[in-house]
């Protein structure tokens, strides 16, 4: 049990874990290797539906028509994605070819087109190799099921070396309900939406209304508060299902347990989130960074994510190298008001800085705290009571190996 009780953690739960979900994947080609490409999570019943999407302005095809079919209703039965192919940038066919996508699933289904939501990750610019698909699509529903959650996760990878999974438990009404997500991403990760798709699946009994609500303030604290390097996609998004089948009242912000399934909502986010950041690409450690003392929840926002996003910061964490000045440089170009006489910062617990004046510390002790494979720096401005979390990784010599032969 975690968070005073309010929610526990499922260790092998998946998105099949809440009620009325299956999922599936399989290899249909479009990854040179055998890797599943192609994947699926499926709903007993029409759900409600939230999602978030990318702010780059070229968003891909596939969010274009997931988006079509949420307005259609509110409701989604089911989510297709494949990887290997992002089909961004690709006109007027990439549109056609993401619909045609949907209207496969749908007829291999039996549901309405506007119960099925489409996306894609992987290279840009390249058309969709249609047969291959459309033959995965066919032979698709065959490899859906209650035990399907993992094949999932490995059908939604690109080059992320570790499957990204979350499940809880929660007590709602006196029922059990289960908040599970299933997240890719390892490059292209940025704030502002990330680069990254989420997957979340609930079985509680909630508005599509509601379910927004909860997605969106959990976006701006977790998914939002990410960073690998700097680069925005065309193709992120998160979707969040409900089945409404664990047999609960409406869960409405007047619910005696709305707060506690928001905490639970919260964490099951901000796990895949942190996932993501620790498996970006070439990364060794995962880094967090806690503004403290900020006059405002956007400033501490705006400071962490600039710490978190500095290259300079990122190489010297790679290197083990207690160079405070790189944070505090960040820091000062946040575009934020600081008062350049009253910051602390920490390495874990070691004070490198106070009151912007420097602070003689152990060197060998902070260059084996920065050899771990978790790094959090602490700044406090010493201004106000709002503070932030962002998470990030290191940048390293392989982050540019595998970025240099992305398409090859």
């Not at 045609?100 to 699933?105: G, I, K, P, V």
């Not at 087109?113 to 066919?138: A, D």
């Not at 976006?219 to 390097?229: A, G, K, L």
Request: proline share 3%.
């Amino acid at each position: 049990m975690t968070l005073l009780g309010r929610f526990t953690v499922v260790p092998d739960g998946t998105v099949t874990t809440p009620k009325g979900f299956r999922a599936g994947g399989l290899h249909c080609g479009l990854k040179k290797t055998e890797r599943y490409d192609l994947g699926a999570i499926v709903c007993d019943v029409p759900a409600a539906v939230a999602a978030v999407y990318t702010l780059n302005a070229f968003q891909a095809a596939p969010l274009l028509v997931t988006q079509e079919s949420v307005a259609a209703g509110g409701k989604l039965q089911a989510m297709l994605v494949n990887s290997g192919n992002a089909n961004a940038c690709t006109g007027e066919q990439g549109l056609a070819d993401a619909r045609e996508m949907r209207a496969a699933l749908a007829r291999q289904l039996g549901l309405a087109e506007n119960l099925v939501g489409v996306t894609s990750t992987g290279v840009i610019g390249e058309l969709l190799p249609m047969p291959k698909v459309l033959s995965g699509i066919e032979a698709l529903p065959e490899k859906v099921h209650a035990e399907g959650g993992d094949d999932f996760c490995q059908a939604i990878l690109t080059t992320d070396l570790v499957k990204k999974v979350a499940c809880v438990r929660v007590n709602v009404g006196g029922r059990e309900v289960h908040v599970a997500g299933a997240a890719k991403g390892s490059g292209m990760i940025h704030p502002n939406m990330a680069t990254m798709l989420g997957f979340v699946t609930t079985d509680a009994n909630i508005s599509s209304e509601h379910l927004q609500q909860l997605l969106s303030a959990a976006t701006d604290s977790t998914f939002n508060m990410i960073t690998v390097d700097g680069d925005t996609s065309t193709n992120d998004m998160v979707v969040v299902m409900a089945s409404g089948l664990a047999g609960e009242e409406a869960l409405t912000p007047d619910h005696p347990d709305w707060e506690a399934f928001a905490v639970a909502f919260a964490y099951v986010s901000e796990h895949l989130a942190k996932m993501i950041a620790r498996d970006g690409e070439g990364a060794t450690k995962l880094i967090e960074v806690n503004v403290l003392g900020a006059a405002s929840r956007d400033a501490a926002r705006a400071i962490a994510k600039t710490v978190i996003g500095s290259s300079l910061v990122k190489t010297a964490c790679f290197g083990a190298d207690a160079n405070w000045g790189r944070i505090i440089a960040a820091v000062g170009r946040a575009g934020q008001p600081v008062q350049t006489d009253t910051v602390d910062v920490q390495l874990g617990d070691i004070m490198v800085l106070s009151q912007s004046r420097p602070v003689k510390f152990d060197e060998d002790r902070a260059e084996e705290y920065l050899k771990g494979d978790f790094v959090q720096i602490n700044v406090n401005l010493h201004m106000g009571n709002s503070s932030a979390t962002a998470w990030g990784c290191d940048l390293t010599y392989d982050y540019v190996r595998i970025n240099a032969a992305y398409r090859t």
